[in-house]
């Protein structure tokens, strides 16, 4: 047991901000100075009038020119996360059958909504082992490819192209990879997440980019005989955001800690920074990892692993949930490792708003607190 106070890390070792979730993750200090300054005005409005309205067009025209999307592609949100998007795939995008990646918690979760709606054919699943991604099966007789950009639960990100031809949708869960992993928006025809992982603000919301063969796609399905509850209609909740407003009440600070985090990346040099930003954060950790003798990245594959969501594992002889406890006692918060996956390792959330220099500091705890539990001082 530790005794309260007896693992006390060197201020001079911590990190100027201690979160390192994988979401809900670190929402900037100025973020929510702001947020204070403008709530008087903002928050408790209607969201059918000019203030929300104004927020939700900065959000849509954010993503529009952070991801920079052909011609055509339009931005939709709506209330329900990234999960309730997958009953909205499901009703609205797959017309009768979907091949899925399946390489960890989230993408088997989206994989199960289609496997049990009663509407659509068995999709094609394709699943690897912890800690990889399988490959789309191209010449596969389905109508959408279901890919996960980034696989939370693991540390693994894949690729994204289009497997199949164009009239094949290609879907794409980007929850914890919007805004932090670099994207060629033609390859995609839904490319959907919510704003608590790359984009600092909080749960709660789900935001889409859409082709327009997705978009026929929904007004196709949702105008034959398939009953789609309004709720989770893509082309209401389309039709609520081109006017700039979403069907049901959202959370306003939530959407506006998200233009926050949108203008600010702007600002900063867009996608390609942030990308260049979360892939410099990631390095720190790998190349730290592999020179000790007691840590190795959990991905074998460098190209699949995450720039955003790092996994580390560690030497059985250090227990990492102890690490995690001993690094929580000293305000450096949520680096345990996804609790299915059973692993004795570390998971740090590395999204934009994560200065690469409290990474580093990060793995200076790591260090300190290994030492100490190895001298069994602690
Ligand atoms: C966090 C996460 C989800 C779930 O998001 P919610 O907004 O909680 O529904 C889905 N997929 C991935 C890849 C995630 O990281």
Redesign the pocket.
Known sequence: MVKAGAAVIPPPLLPGDGRFG??PSKVPARALAALADAAPTLLGTSHRQAPVKQLVARVREGLQELFGPPPGYEVALGNG???AFWDLATLCLIRERSQHLVFGE?SAKFAKAAAEAPFLAPPEILESEPGSHPEPRAGADVDAFCL?H???STGVSMEIGRPGREDQLVLV?A??AAGGLPLDPAQVDAYYF?P??CLASE?GLWLALLSPAAIERAQLLESSDRWVPASLSLTTALQSSRLNQTYNTPAVATLFLLAQQLDWLLEQGGLDWAAARCRASSEIVYRWAAEREWARPFVPDPAQRSAVVATVDLDASIPAPRVSAILRQNGVVDTESYRKLERNQLRFGLFPAVEPEDVLQLTRCVDWVVEALRAEQI
């Open positions: 994988c979401g996360g990234s999960t989230f996960t980034n696989e939370t869960d929850t914890s919510a608590q992982k749960g």
